[in-house]
């Protein structure tokens, strides 16, 4: 048996090396360094490595190499405006988990026990929570360029592992925020096991892992289409997982309410982003030909998502759970882009995840600022009349709450319009309508909250708003400058994509 020497292009996975040299420096910080000295040099070491990433993912982005690692990796102009959201998103979001007051003080301990009360009155901190964020960037960054069965499940798992932990690090109510990390990886195993089943579907349909491979069994109809067929479905089962989708969504409302705000801030718009390129990806190049078979029903999953999580979202009475059916309905439209099957909708795709990934994290970074003597409040009673004790924080809220809702003038409206468009232009006329009617309804809620906030008068429990930190208050403000600007001005960001929203298969 011949040995072959693998052949590797470092400059095409050099984010990614740089991103797990930076959390595997974090981890020998958290052995040896002391406890008084961890939290800035995390902050410091996780912003640089970040920060140095996203240069480098600048100065590849024409490369000529396409594949590495032996082709199993594919760098083309979708992967690098996707690497480029991730880590903008993951840079925001690193200045709210920064803030220690979203985390336990010893997670290892059982809440409310001895050792976890001696921990907090130390100002013990988790700083673990950086070398983590780091591990889940970047399989996040791996998850959209990998063009093989094995490489896409080996980042799913190292994008899903940190999330499963740092959902079980909050402060505050600590049990729900277990269970809800057990939950979380419960049935991320599961989804994990349905990815498998269908990876080994497709690999007994065309006797390859390799995408290219799969793609051209598909356009010659060598294989038995019924291992196809359930490949598509399995396989599908373990991405709209990823995304929150219906009916996989059983996960999102606990664990958005459970774990750590600022955790939940960056899953959500992160984890988003990275999961709807791979399955822009594996749907625009894979399964492009087989059209026909997977189509129909995820068009339905599509509208079914939409109107459910558009629904539900009206009956909420916590905001962190508004937030998580608004995901849910948000995945739904996302949803329509993959349908499109056509370059605008992959550009609209990328715009979109983009605008409401900016837009998430500055909504749970209010969403910490909002508080009582016993921490964080997230029950919306209680935030009636907030508009009148903290007029600036009640109205960058809103306007977060009206870009989701898409509302002319914010960036929602921008992705919407050009995500229904795609559609439209593609014949899923169906879809569109239940996008829309779904958007109608999502605006509902979302106004709700704002007259609440502004035109209703205090209870006598009302909260306040604590005055953020320089951390929080940079991640608010980046996220809302570039909300407006992606609302009033969407041309230079829309262009850009353009140009580069082009699949190499």
Known sequence: MKFTTPVLDYAILSPILIVLAGALIGVMIEAFLSKTRRPIVQLILTLGTLLIALVQVFRIRNTTSLSAAMGSVIFDGPAFLLQMTILIISIISIFLIADNENFTALAAALPGSIEEQEATC????VTEVYPLTLFAVAGMLLFPIASDLITLFVALEMLSLPLYLMAGLSRRRRLMSQEAALKYFLLGAFSSAFFLFGAAYLYGYSGLIS????????VGGTGNDVFLLIGIAFLSVGLLFKVGAVPFHAWSPDVYQGAPT???????????????????????TVFANAQW????????????????????????????????????AHAGFLITGVIALNKAGLSASIFYLFAYGIATVGAFAIVTLVRDSAGEVSDLNRWAGLGKRSP????IFA??????????????????????????ESGAKSVVIAGVLSSAIAAFFYIRVIVLMFFTDSHEDATTVVIPSVLTRITVIVSFVITVALGV??????????????FIR
């Open 211 to 218: 995408f290219a491979g799969i793609r051209e069994s598909i």
């Open 399 to 424: 306007f977060f709450l009206l870009a989701f809702a898409g509302i002319p003038l914010t960036s929602g409206f921008i992705g919407k319009f050009s995500i229904f468009s795609a559609a439209y």
């Open 262 to 284: 600022a955790v939940t801030a960056f899953m959500a718009a992160a984890t988003k982003v990275a999961a709807f390129g791979a399955m822009l990806r594996i749907y625009y």
């Open 392 to 395: 600036w924080v009640a109205t």
């Open 489 to 502: 001005y969407p041309a230079p960001l829309i262009d850009f994509i353009n140009k580069f929203a082009i």
């Open 293 to 328: 078979s997977w189509s129909p029903l995820l068009s339905v999953i599509a509208i079914i998502t939409m109107l459910f999580g558009s629904f539900v979202a009206i009956a909420q009475r916590d905001v962190k759970r508004m937030l998580a059916y608004s995901s849910i």
């Open 122 to 125: 130390k100002g013990n901190q």
